[in-house]
């Protein structure tokens, strides 16, 4: 079967947290690899995702994790977020109120 990988560099902002691993990583930019078979179809090219391997450089070399690419980018867009207060953390996210906080948030850049 035939496969291909593709690499790309993440940056974090902050130290975070994936499943699997054992304390928070921290902040910095780190190589993620993706590797991906072709499918047999016959309409089209496709190709599946197998496997998603996050790099981490330690003092004794590297670590291959392999980790969940929805995970990874939900992980990356809270980084990407603006900081919360700890009474915006602190209550619940409603419908009403996260489009509230948007508003205000679009508001505020614009001025």
Do not use: C, I
Request: hydrophobic share 40%; aromatic share 8%; glycine share 4%.
């Amino acid at each position: 079967m035939t496969t291909r990988t593709t690499s790309r560099t993440v940056t974090f902002q902050y130290p975070f947290v994936l499943d699997g691993f054992a304390r928070p990583v921290p902040a910095g930019s780190y190589l993620v690899e993706t590797e991906e078979e072709l499918m047999d179809t016959v309409l089209s090219l496709a190709w599946k995702r197998v496997a998603t391997v996050f790099r981490l450089q330690t003092g004794a070399g590297t670590e291959d994790y392999f980790v969940d690419p929805e995970q990874l980018e939900a992980a990356l867009l809270r980084d990407q977020a603006p900081p919360e207060t700890s009474a915006e953390a602190a209550a619940p996210a409603t419908a009403s109120h996260s489009r509230t906080r948007n508003l205000v948030a679009r508001r505020v850049r614009k001025l």
